[in-house]
């Protein structure tokens, strides 16, 4: 009876010490997702910048703001885009579709376009977009009817050669006015 009584008590210092081990555990989890989220919500937004117009003056103070820009890593990409096209018919060019590969860019880039239900067949397919220039004037490759499209807007990052590096994937809405 006695053996029996030792192993039991055996068991159960086990089990208490797996439940206290658990337990830690669970409480390092908790106050890691605690500090991951203080971080996050502490934080400062980024302040808007705007372009500025680099002259004889200013060249030197523009070439040191540039060294110390973010670096995008090649491969990846920073969209800047609107997101609703709207066409006054199905043929005529977009009064506001815009795409800009910013200069904080890495790589060239071209991306079409895909209804969201034929991701087979683009209408559209736009030209190189080197660092630094953007975009606009949009015309559709296929003609649309009048109304609301779900897109998809498929980037292809290039090197030099116009090999594809990465893609990206950004839904747009097409607005054909009629």
């Given at each position: 009876?006695?053996?029996?009584?030792?192993?039991?008590?055996?068991?159960?210092?086990?089990?208490?010490?797996?439940?206290?081990?658990?337990?830690i555990i669970l409480v390092?989890?908790?106050?890691?997702?605690?500090?991951?989220?203080?971080?996050?919500?502490?934080?400062?937004?980024?302040?808007?910048?705007?372009?500025?117009?680099?002259?004889p003056d200013n060249v030197?103070?523009?070439?040191?703001?540039?060294?110390?820009?973010?670096?995008?890593?090649?491969?990846?990409?920073?969209?800047?885009?609107?997101?609703?096209?709207?066409?006054?018919?199905?043929?005529?060019?977009?009064?506001?579709?815009?795409?800009?590969?910013?200069?904080?860019?890495?790589?060239?880039?071209?991306?079409?376009?895909?209804?969201?239900?034929?991701?087979?067949?683009?209408?559209?397919?736009?030209?190189?977009?080197?660092?630094?220039?953007?975009?606009?004037?949009?015309?559709?490759?296929?003609?649309?009817?009048?109304?609301?499209?779900?897109?998809?807007?498929?980037?292809?990052?290039?090197?030099?050669?116009?090999?594809?590096?990465?893609?990206?994937?950004?839904?747009?809405?097409?607005?054909?006015?009629?």
């Open positions: 009876m006695s053996t029996a009584n030792s192993n039991q008590a055996r068991k159960k210092g086990k089990e208490g010490k797996r439940k206290t081990v658990g337990t390092v989890i908790i106050l890691v997702l605690a500090g991951v989220i203080a971080f996050l919500l502490l934080r400062k937004p980024e302040e808007e910048r705007r372009n500025v117009v680099v002259t030197e103070e523009m070439i040191a703001q540039m060294e110390d820009e973010e670096f995008v890593e090649p491969g990846y990409y920073t969209v800047t885009m609107s997101y609703d096209w709207h066409f006054a018919a199905g043929d005529a060019v977009s009064s506001d579709a815009y795409v800009e590969n910013v200069t904080g860019n890495t790589n060239a880039v071209y991306f079409d376009l895909f209804l969201t239900s034929d991701e087979e067949n683009a209408i559209y397919k736009s030209p190189v977009i080197p660092v630094g220039s953007s975009l606009r004037d949009i015309a559709l490759d296929t003609e649309l009817d009048v109304g609301t499209y779900d897109c998809v807007v498929v980037y292809h990052l290039v090197d030099d050669e116009q090999n594809t590096i990465s893609t990206l994937r950004v839904t747009v809405t097409l607005i054909i006015e009629g």
